[in-house]
């Protein structure tokens, strides 16, 4: 079983506020992602994340920011939250082998609800 | 990264064996293929990978022709629990020696109904 946690699991929250999405994993990955899903919708990536002090944007935009401070965390922000953010969050990270195809593991998400 | 097309949805019955196929025409030399299986509320998770040929385990099997411009999942014996999304990832999973890793793009999808 991965060991990659997220939380909250689920969170409803007014506009404006600032909340802070949480992901670690005890795996060593030295990559991790953020995806964004709306119900019954395909999945987009966000951020993503190379290793400690590296992020990047995904191919969505998104109003949310990363930091990626220590291996294992890698928190996503949104500073003020509107309703247009509701949506799941799916964190996820993968490790680097070099000679073969990884495997990305995923978190359980975090259902993010704006009123 | 190449781009995948897969069927939006497929219906299927209990105890079947289902067959879910995924073009990638511009796969690249060190692409690798992953299917994911994801469950309403839930992660995606992994069900298998390959490169070419044909690779099994417990789950599932996955066929790779020779050119790699397609690929097929196949599921033995549905069940009821196998009703799932599931994902065909093609793209470079490595990280790789210059840095420049890789990201995953999932694309949108084969939604397997299994009926009793």
């Known amino acids: 079983e991965a060991d990659i946690y997220q939380t909250p699991r689920y969170l409803v929250i007014g506009t404006g506020k600032k909340i802070t999405l949480e992901c670690s994993q005890t795996m060593g990955h030295d990559k991790m992602y953020w995806y964004q899903q709306d119900p019954g919708m395909e999945l987009h990536l966000i951020h993503y994340s190379y290793g400690v002090n590296s992020t990047e944007k995904g191919d969505l935009s998104s109003e949310s920011t990363v930091s990626r401070i220590r291996t294992e965390h890698f928190p996503l922000t949104l500073e003020s939250a509107r309703p247009s953010h509701t949506s799941q969050y799916l964190c996820a990270s993968s490790d680097k082998d070099g000679f073969s195809g990884n495997t990305i593991y995923f978190g359980e998400g975090s259902w993010l609800t704006v009123v | 990264l190449a781009k995948t097309t897969q069927p939006i949805s497929m219906d299927s019955y209990e105890g079947q064996e289902v067959n879910i196929t995924c073009s990638h025409n511009?796969?690249?030399?060190?692409?690798?293929i992953t299917w994911y299986q994801q469950f309403p509320s839930q992660g995606p998770r992994f069900i298998i990978q390959?490169?070419?040929t044909k690779v099994t385990n417990e789950v599932a099997s996955l066929f790779i022709p020779a050119d790699r411009k397609s690929s097929t999942l196949s599921l033995p014996r549905v069940s009821l629990s196998d009703t799932a999304v599931y994902y065909c990832?093609?793209?470079?999973?490595?990280?790789?020696?210059?840095?420049?890793?890789?990201?995953?793009?999932f694309g949108q999808g084969t939604e397997l109904s299994v009926k009793p």
């Open positions: 511009n796969i690249a030399t060190n692409d690798y």
């Open positions: 390959g490169y070419k």
């Open positions: 990832l093609v793209g470079l999973l490595l990280f790789l020696i210059y840095n420049q890793g890789g990201k995953l793009i």
